[in-house]
């Protein structure tokens, strides 16, 4: 198997890049073709050992997508950018699933232009995961659609579940639709639309609130990706916001050295349950194509993990049952 990573892409490109591809490369013996500027990877690779045992190969990209840009700017123009390059090489069968840490908005219409959908699917997904008391909550939409129509999300809470089933490893995932309440009629047309549907597609547990988000009692969250993005925002700011407060008033309070290890020991573990780079990063569902979205600020670790997530997506299969079973629910 061959990974595509844009070695370009992100807050601390390459270096950051290139450290997690290697990573990625020797814990799980996959290749990984590294595409950018060669002069600047190569830079990077004369810093670390590498084994034999490490496959990579470095594909030249002139351009880069910057994070501000406009992505179908990116899409129109720079058909030379690491993001398109690296995912023409799914395209040409070069390379089994991309792995970009750049502009979501541009890895969106790249991915979503070259690859196309798949044939049964309206509208691709971004998902992300949320960590919650028991373990994680699977998320989508959370960017790629801001106006969405009742067949959309039952989309979502179909590609959602099978994504938890196949690479989250939950039995029977639980799907949860987004809402402002419990009841049945809350919500507007398109979310009572889809309430109605997605009782006869999947294991629908019915409306929940955003609390329900994080409280165990879902695996799987439907909703369009403008709520999803402010959903998804909003729990990184309140997460900071958290393990910052916590640090600061336990320090004042804990003045002897014993006090101060557990203090750090405890947040040390806090952070990790709530570290993004621990879940690898989101999936573009609905792509022909495997195509994982990593946080701008990704460390090495995180890469590596999505990288990891890239593996078990295509391993697992993902697509291929995607299709079969939206084949099967279109016939109810």
Do not use: W
């Amino acid at each position: 198997m061959k990974i595509a990573v844009d070695a370009m892409g992100g807050d601390h490109a390459p270096a950051v890049i290139v450290e997690g591809a290697l990573l990625a490369a020797r814990a799980y013996d996959v290749a990984v073709a590294l595409v950018g500027d060669p002069s600047a990877i190569e830079a990077e690779l004369t810093k670390r050992s590498l084994s034999k045992r490490v496959q990579y190969e470095v594909v030249p990209a002139s351009e880069v997508a910057q994070m501000n840009e406009n992505p179908i700017n990116v899409l129109r123009r720079k058909k030379q950018s690491s993001i398109s390059v690296a995912t023409r090489l799914i395209r040409t069968g070069d390379a089994d699933a991309i792995v970009s840490a750049g502009s979501t908005g541009a890895a969106i219409a790249v991915t979503r232009s070259y690859l196309r959908k798949l044939k049964r699917v309206n509208r691709p997904a971004l998902a992300t995961i949320l960590p919650n008391r028991e373990g994680a909550t699977l998320i989508l939409d959370v960017g790629a659609n801001v106006d969405t129509e009742a067949r959309d999300l039952v989309e979502f809470a179909i590609m959602g579940q099978i994504y938890a089933e196949c690479v989250l490893k939950k039995k029977f995932p639980r799907v949860g639709l987004l809402n402002n309440g419990e009841e049945a009629t809350k919500g507007n047309l398109v979310v009572q639309e889809a309430y109605r549907l997605l009782h006869h597609h999947t294991n629908f547990v019915g409306n929940i609130e955003g609390r329900d988000i994080f409280n165990g009692n879902v695996d799987v969250v439907v909703c369009d990706g403008f709520v999803g993005n402010v959903v998804l925002k909003s729990a990184e700011g309140i997460a900071e916001m958290i393990v910052s407060t916590l640090r600061a008033e336990l320090m004042s309070t804990i003045p002897s050295k014993i006090g101060t290890l557990l203090v750090r020991a405890a947040l040390k573990r806090l952070k990790k349950r709530i570290d993004y780079s621990e879940y690898g990063g989101a999936p573009l569902l609905g792509v022909n194509g495997t195509c994982i979205i990593a946080h701008g600020g990704s460390s090495p670790i995180a890469i590596q993990n999505a990288i990891r997530v890239a593996i078990e997506s295509v391993e697992q299969r993902v697509n291929e049952q995607i299709e079969s079973t939206l084949a099967e629910s279109s016939k109810r």
